[in-house]
């Protein structure tokens, strides 16, 4: 679809009505819909502000509302070549389970990698869902900003990181305080000279998670220099960071970004003749399949996505009702799961 003919355009929404006559968003609703259910004055106000942004109920938010499909969509994202994650079943999973005991169903939709918007306006225009679900965050949130203008229902999983004002519904996992209790095992297991290996800089999510390596290694009172590494996610890549890193004897620890960098240091450790937790303790993030199955089983730190998907069917169903949310911005913590990467006997 062109992007001319996008519903991007800046227009008057629902909420920006409410927001100017100082009302909430179903009093605006009812002046559309239902006036007799308002006093006068409410109604004269709101009617006010209606004329004066020149506001237009857009038909496909309106059928959203009120047309329900009992279907939530969900952009599936494809997996990428190289590495363990394939983590999101879990989330999917639980989510679909979750949205059935409210009546609700999933549908997936795909679109185009470069394109973060592919596949909304479609399901928009046909007002096919009643809400959606925004997974890819890491990304920036265009998607929210289309939503919003639109007045179409929607919760993210992951943190607005361009906007850490904005009022829409999250659910996220501490990635910091991940990568924290990740470097404070492998404090706590003797070793000092603990590498990180992570992401670009440009990721939101991997610099959340290195900073929880720095402060572990600061509050240690461990010297951090040299020792953090910014490398794309990929098992290779992990592998010869983690060599060149192996060349200081004294770095006996790694905390990595993803169990993808921590098989790439598994599997340099095993070219050195070294040993997993014996000689080098490593310990991945997202506690991913590949975690399991690594020889000789990788210490992760393991994110509760099931959780995450009932927090979000939760919001769901709050925003669904037209209710208030109380507690729109909802941050849980992960846990450790210890295998022989970091066990020294």
Excluded at 233 to 244: F, S
Aim: charge should be negative; hydrophobic fraction near 40%; charged fraction near 25%.
């Amino acid at each position: 679809m062109s992007p001319s003919r996008r519903l991007t355009d800046a227009h008057p929404t629902l909420a920006t009505v409410a927001q100017r006559a100082g009302v909430s968003r179903q009093t605006v609703s009812n002046a559309l819909n239902n006036p007799e259910l308002l006093r006068p004055d409410t109604l004269a106000r709101v009617q006010a502000v209606i004329e004066e942004l020149g506001y237009t109920p857009n038909r496909a938010a309106r059928q959203l509302r009120t047309r329900s499909s009992h279907l939530i969509g969900l952009r599936f994202e494809p997996a990428q070549e190289g590495t363990s994650n394939a983590m999101m079943d879990r989330f999917v999973h639980t989510l679909v389970e979750t949205t059935a005991r409210t009546g609700h169903h999933i549908l997936l939709f795909s679109g185009d990698p470069a394109d973060p918007l592919d596949g909304y306006d479609e399901l928009l225009r046909a007002t096919a869902v009643d809400a959606f679900v925004i997974t890819d965050t890491y990304a920036g949130t265009p998607q929210a900003d289309l939503l919003r203008r639109v007045g179409a229902p929607f919760v993210t999983f992951g943190r607005p990181w361009d906007e850490p004002d904005a009022q829409h519904p999250w659910v996220d996992v501490d990635g910091a305080c991940g990568a924290r209790l990740a470097t404070e095992h492998l404090l706590e297991a003797g070793h000092r000279r603990i590498a990180w290996i992570g992401w670009e800089e440009e990721s939101r999510i991997g610099e959340d998670r290195r900073s929880g390596w720095e402060s572990a290694m600061d509050a240690a009172g461990e010297d951090t220099g040299g020792l953090g590494i910014r490398i794309t996610d990929n098992v290779d890549a992990a592998r010869m960071a983690a060599h060149a890193l192996l060349e200081d004897p004294a770095v006996t620890g790694f905390a990595c970004a993803s169990d993808t960098l921590g098989i790439g240091v598994l599997h340099a450790l095993h070219e050195r003749g070294l040993r997993p937790g014996a000689d080098v303790g490593v310990v991945g993030f997202d506690d991913s399949m590949g975690a399991q199955v690594a020889w000789p089983g990788l210490t992760s730190v393991r994110q509760p996505l099931e959780q995450v998907a009932v927090e979000i069917v939760d919001l769901l169903h709050t925003v669904l009702s037209l209710k208030p949310v109380l507690e729109p911005a909802r941050m849980l913590e992960p846990t450790l799961v210890v295998r022989r990467s970091t066990q020294r006997s």
